[in-house]
């Protein structure tokens, strides 16, 4: 009986571990401290071009609050950070992005200014945009990192986003064509605002592979061998003839359980150190948990002879 509530227990503690979590928010940015002690419930580290995305999105009224860092800049760099509407148009992303552009001028004052994008031979000259975007600001810190603040407003009901951004020279305090090359060229996504899922050509979906990994090991060293292992010892001890084919079943299936189970916890916590931006704390202490209880167990029965299980 107590082993049936065992194994129960583990079914359940297993659903609990695979139901998805909430909020993605990955990588260093999720540590980052504004000095202006603003908050934002979401941020991503963008996969090019050292920049970080930090947002606050109120789904009903379309409000996108956001700061863009970038950083590993100097004062003769121009950034930019840009929504383009069109969702599908990834392949040509600069045109009719609407840009939010930043840079020091040589006179050591920050500019920050919207810019419309509809050429490729553009000089990011200021203009309306398409959406509305209110408390723009900028700041240029440590004499290499530039954050660009807005809010702006989405049409209700669009949670998906096809973000720009950029990063090239300034002259004589205009902005001049960036770069071409890969990471430049590569710096898109779309991004889901309230999920913080991204997909881009060049490899968002590394985490969502890492998570479905850790899922499928422990699903299979919990919720299969664990359980498979317990019912060999369990029903086929009874069986005379079957002496001592069970132990070695069961042994062999409890020992490859936890090699398995050892993999998913570490893909666990290779998931968790990438995912600095929030803790899943219940998910983090039932993993932690079960991984000791799953050792005690492998080390109490390897220091038992064979003969205590006939
Ligand atoms: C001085 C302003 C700019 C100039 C002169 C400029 C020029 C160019 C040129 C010539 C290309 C190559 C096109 C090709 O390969 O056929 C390009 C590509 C690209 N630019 Fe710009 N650009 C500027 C600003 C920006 C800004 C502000 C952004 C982002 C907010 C941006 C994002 C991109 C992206 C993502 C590509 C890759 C192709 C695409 O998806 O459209 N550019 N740009
Ligand atoms: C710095 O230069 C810009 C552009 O030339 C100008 O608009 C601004 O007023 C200047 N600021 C100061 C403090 O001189
Ligand atoms: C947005 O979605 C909600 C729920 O799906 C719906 O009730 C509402 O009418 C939508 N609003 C607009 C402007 O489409």
């Not at 079914?11 to 993605?24: D, E, G, K, R």
């Not at 590993?72 to 992303?93: C, H, K, Q, R, Y």
Request: aromatic share 10%.
């Amino acid at each position: 009986m107590a082993g049936m509530l065992r194994l129960a227990m583990a079914f359940s503690v297993l659903l609990s571990l695979s139901l998805p979590s909430s909020h993605a928010q990955t990588g260093a940015c999720g540590n980052y401290k504004f000095t202006s002690n603003k908050i934002f419930t979401s941020c991503s580290d963008l996969p090019y071009l050292n920049s970080f995305l930090h947002w606050t999105f109120e789904q009903s009224t379309g409000k996108l609050q956001m700061a863009y860092r970038h950083t590993g800049i100097t004062t003769s760099n121009w950034v930019a950070w840009a929504i383009n509407p069109n969702l599908n148009s990834e392949s040509s992303a600069m045109l009719g992005a609407q840009s939010l552009v930043a840079f020091q001028q040589s006179n050591g004052t920050t500019r920050v200014y919207k810019s419309p994008i509809s050429s490729y031979q553009t000089n990011l000259a200021e203009g309306n945009l398409n959406y509305v975007v209110s408390d723009l600001s900028a700041e240029y810190l440590n004499n290499d990192e530039m954050i660009i603040f807005a809010t702006w407003t989405l049409p209700t009901n669009s949670t998906t986003i096809l973000q720009v951004w950029q990063q090239g020279p300034v002259s004589s305090d205009s902005p001049s064509v960036h770069p071409t090359v890969a990471p430049n060229t590569n710096a898109k996504q779309t991004l889901n605002l309230l999920s913080g899922q991204t997909a881009s050509s060049g490899g968002g979906g590394s985490r969502i592979r890492k998570k479905n990994i850790h899922g499928i090991l422990n699903a299979v060293s919990w919720g299969v061998l664990m359980p498979f292992g317990a019912m060999v010892a369990r029903y086929l001890k009874v069986f005379k003839s079957a002496d001592p084919a069970w132990f070695y079943l069961h042994a062999t299936c409890q020992t490859s359980a936890y090699v398995v189970g050892v993999a998913g916890w570490a893909t666990g916590l290779k998931l968790g150190s990438d995912s600095t931006g929030i803790q899943y704390d219940t998910h983090r202490n039932i993993g932690i948990t079960l991984f000791c209880l799953g050792t005690l167990q492998v080390f109490r029965h390897s220091s038992h002879p064979i003969s205590t299980h006939g």
